[in-house]
């Protein structure tokens, strides 16, 4: 069964000053070239782009043929996920890759270790060491200084067996309080984790 692919670019942009994922870059927007590099992953059946609100999806649904369908995106992140994951028409069997929409290199290798470890532990993010000096601040003053061992910085694309991610957006409807900043965090609230590894060219 090939994986199928949630392409999340529903967001404003309000930092960058606009939505980055409709930014020119090489003559095509970031997420044409997002798309494009999954769409020519063997392993990939198919995608489903999270848009904004009244974004016309036409010159995006016709990228390749395993775009089947682009949706709206909703008010918060996994309302966004939530919408593009009921288009899906991946069995409860398969995998299910969420990837942000605007990070356009992404390497067929780093697909593949994802896959493979979503299969083996049932979810599983790329990540990237810290070498920054991470410190801990409030109220504008430097309480501490954290140790940087065993942390990391996690990217996309995130790797679910279907129903594990089925169960974790389920919980995120019910608890309509839950920060989320990505799907990972809905699976630990499950009290399942993710195989994670660490990649420079994540």
Known sequence: TRAAV?????????RFG????????????VLAWSVAAFARHPRVGEIVLVLPPGRDAAPFLTLDPKVRAAVDGGPRRQ????????????DGNGLVLVHDGVRPF?????VDR??????????AVPAVEIEDTV???RDGRVVRTLSRDGLVRVQ?????RYGILRDALDLAARATDLPVTDEASLVERLGRESGAFTTERA
Request: hydrophobic content about 50%.
């Open 6 to 14: 949630l392409i999340v670019a529903a967001g404003e942009g309000r």
């Open 18 to 29: 606009g939505a980055k994922q409709f930014a020119p870059l090489g003559g095509r927007p």
């Open 79 to 90: 309302d966004s996920v939530r919408n593009g994951f009921a288009r899906l028409a991946a």
């Open 106 to 110: 992404v390497e067929a290798a780093l």
């Open 114 to 123: 994802v896959l493979d470890a979503a299969d083996a532990y049932g979810a």
């Open 135 to 137: 410190k801990e601040a």
């Open 156 to 160: 996309t694309p995130q790797g679910f």
